[in-house]
């Protein structure tokens, strides 16, 4: 056997092989070379009193420790209309998970666990995702039909979520293009996790059966850019209406991402726009990596159907390694497994992506199937660093292996360990033939890892506990006529007002339009003086302090018309704003007082400049011929603060 392998100069080299480069560096030509291609399932609670089903209060949070009661839960799949089992169902079925929710009497009640049957669909949620579809340009239904999708990972407690498609086949104006949308549903949210580890999951209830909307688009995005923008204009168009929730969780995205020869992997629940591009730009190429190694191992298995793991239990009475994690399982009395994959030689440390591995794939796997806690797996391009070179080769010959193979070392219970094995050997035989179709969980640094396999349509039936719902087309009408302006529309609208366009996310998805326009046309105010104000003295003030409780931000119409009315100039907004969003109790009069703002005349601000000019010339340390019109400005700034514009302020100055 060759004992010489260095796994991180194998790392290096497999990512240049297939061409990887770091996003920032990334060109359209890098996406069409391997064939980007990705689309967006875009999910938004929707701001009603209560929830989609029950009627129980919606958007009523608590605490992971405060609940009233507890109930338990073993999920068991369900045939779909067809005679089949869902893929991921029959995956969940494997876990053995046993599900705890912790229920608060104040936001749930016995339909949320399958004990009462649905009430009927909240109306005020359907006008709100009706008005929704139709400003998405979709073809309203004519009736609801509300159907069961099986959710077997215990993230609603009767197994299935209710859904209803509502309008199909829309558009939204980007940029650059156009992006089709192939359906807008409603539907009720999911639980939240809390915790999961080994084979219990727990979850709380108080998001469980939220209103919730999906619009989905076919994957026309050809960039991770384009992905992000539109994924921005999907949740800016649902808070142009006002009636959807904002805040952390209230919206999230599944990304849909392929490369040419992968396949659909869905990134679950990205909550955070600006993760968008780093995660599917690395979807993309772990695909790509995926299918190399798939081209590697093609080209050294000829018959791939004899391909199978070989393994050997580890008696307790060898003692082969120090590595600590091995100890451990030892002391826990855990099974000790070795696993020989033939010709497995490098593919454990193949790049797949930034700072990960092949190995990385099959141990995400045995942490979700298997219920193996990490760490749960050591691999022969990884014992140099844990185990001695004699220990290895004791490994390798216990395996019978040969010199291209690769050897894994699992522990954990001994009734997880049939699951884990089985695990193993689907993974490294996927990897002969395809990218599998899977969820995956997304992190920060834009690495994913697996979730779950990618459920289909088998899933899916209809619910014979609902009517269907009849849409009048007199009522669609009517809803047609109160939609608020469409999104590229006010896009265009900042352009023709100047505004900066490093404003216009932070504008829109703050649904500011309204209140913007507002002041501008009632108080004639410079458009673009507003437009900045908004986009980037109020930004600036939300990053910087904690607003006041009843904060909101047609206050800031208020604040312009104090000023307008008192005849004071416009500039000093920008001083009293952070104690107007900080201190919303004290009247205008008062934050001035704070500020110690007095109201002068433009004599009295201009007669000090001849003074200044000569007090200058005494001190000047500058041969810049602007230094003492600048320095002027400087000493004169606060006195005109509310009494002067600057540009006034700076004409003068240099008429003088």
Known sequence: MNKVFDPQINYEESKKAIGYVPLKEATQKDY???????????????????????????????????????????????????????????????????????????????????????????????????????????????????????????????????????????EIQLKHKKVRLIQLSIEEDACREISDIGHTRVYKTDRLGMPLIETVTY???????????????????????????????????DVNVSCRGGTRVEIKGVSHNNWIPRLTHNEAFRQWTLLRIKKILNQRVKNIEKWKINFEHIKANVNFSTYEPLQIARQNKHDVIAINLPEFKGILSHFTQPDKIFADEISNRLKVIACLEKPNMIHSEQFTLNINLSEFNKIADILNAKGNDAQLIIWGPKEDMKT?????????????????????????NGTTIFERVLPGADRMYPDTDSAAISLDDNYINKLSKNLPVDVYKRIEQLKNWNVPEDSYNYILKRNLMLTIEKIILDLKIDSKFVGT??????????????????????????????LK????????????????????????????????????????????????????????????????????????????????????????????
């Open 219 to 253: 994957p026309d995005f050809v960039n991770p850019e384009e992905v992000k923008e539109g994924a921005n204009y999907i949740r800016f168009l649902n808070r142009s209406t006002g009636k959807v929730r904002t805040g952390m969780g209230t919206a999230r995205e």
């Open 32 to 170: 069409d070379r391997i064939g980007f291609k990705a689309g967006l399932e875009v999910h938004q609670q929707l701001k009603s009193k209560r929830k989609l089903f029950c009627y129980c209060p919606a958007g009523l949070y608590h605490d992971d420790d405060n609940f009233n009661a507890e109930i338990v839960r073993h999920m068991r799949p369900t045939l779909s209309e067809l005679g089949e089992y869902d893929g991921t169902a029959l995956m969940e079925l494997k876990t053995k998970k046993e599900i705890i929710y912790r229920i608060n009497n104040d936001n749930a009640c016995t339909y949320e666990i399958d004990d009462t049957p649905p009430f009927q669909m909240d109306s005020e949620a359907l006008e709100i995702a009706l008005e929704i579809a139709i400003l998405s340009k979709m073809n309203v239904v004519g009736e609801v039909h509300i159907a069961r999708k099986q959710y077997l990972d215990g993230s609603i407690p009767t197994g299935f979520q209710r859904t209803a498609i509502l309008g199909v086949e829309g």
């Open 420 to 444: 884990a094995l089985e695990t193993i050997e689907e993974r490294c035989q996927m990897a002969f033939e395809r990218v599998p179709n899977e969820t995956r969980k997304s992190f920060e």
């Open 533 to 562: 104000f908004f986009g980037h003295t109020l930004k600036w003030v939300e990053g910087k302090f904690c607003p006041y409780d009843d904060f909101i931000y047609e206050k800031i119409y208020d604040l312009f018309k104090y």
């Open 565 to 656: 009315q008192n005849k004071i100039e416009l500039n000093i907004a920008k001083k009293m704003l952070p104690e107007l969003y900080q201190h919303g109790q004290l009247n205008f009069d008062s934050i001035l007082k704070n500020l110690k703002f007095k109201k002068k005349t433009r004599q009295e601000i201009f007669k000090v400049i001849p003074s200044l000019r000569k007090k200058f010339q005494k001190i000047k340390m500058s041969k810049n011929s602007n230094a003492d019109i600048n320095w002027i400005i400087g000493q004169l700034r606060n006195n005109a603060l509310g009494n002067i514009s600057l540009k006034d302020l700076k004409t003068e100055i240099e008429n003088k």
